[in-house]
């Protein structure tokens, strides 16, 4: 299995960028898909997720109204877009995919089998 993210950069505060995760040898679909972040020195923190079955979508607090993730089940590739950027929204952005991740446990990076290398996203103030 391999999760590749790419669509990380430096952006300006209050800007956007689009991260994509497309997936090998895994159907999103059939998997919960999410995204994590982690800054230098702190723990990787939850941001958002996709359930496969359901559709159903979550979101950390501190993203919520200004993120988006989606799926593209053609191009078995997962995205998330920000918009209105913040610094605190700095980090190396992760792709994961857990295939019995309940929704008690989403946002937990525990219950995530799968990850990929990560990119990183610099928010400039």
């Known amino acids: 299995v391999q999760l590749q993210a790419s669509g990380g950069g430096l952006v300006q505060a209050g800007g956007s960028l689009r991260l994509s995760c497309v997936a090998s040898?895994?159907?999103?679909?059939?998997?919960?898909m999410a995204w994590f972040r982690q800054e230098l020195g702190k723990e990787r923190e939850f941001v958002a997720a996709v359930k496969g079955n359901s559709g159903a979508t979550f979101y950390a607090e501190s993203v919520k109204g200004r993120f988006t993730v989606s799926r593209d089940n053609a191009k078995n590739t997962v995205f998330l877009q920000m918009n209105s950027l913040k610094p605190e929204d700095m980090g190396v952005y992760y792709c994961a995919a857990g295939r019995t991740v309940i929704n008690t446990t989403v946002r937990n990076a525990a219950a995530y089998a799968y990850w990929g290398r990560g990119t990183l996203v610099t928010v400039s103030s």
């Open positions: 040898d895994l159907t999103v679909s059939r998997y919960t």
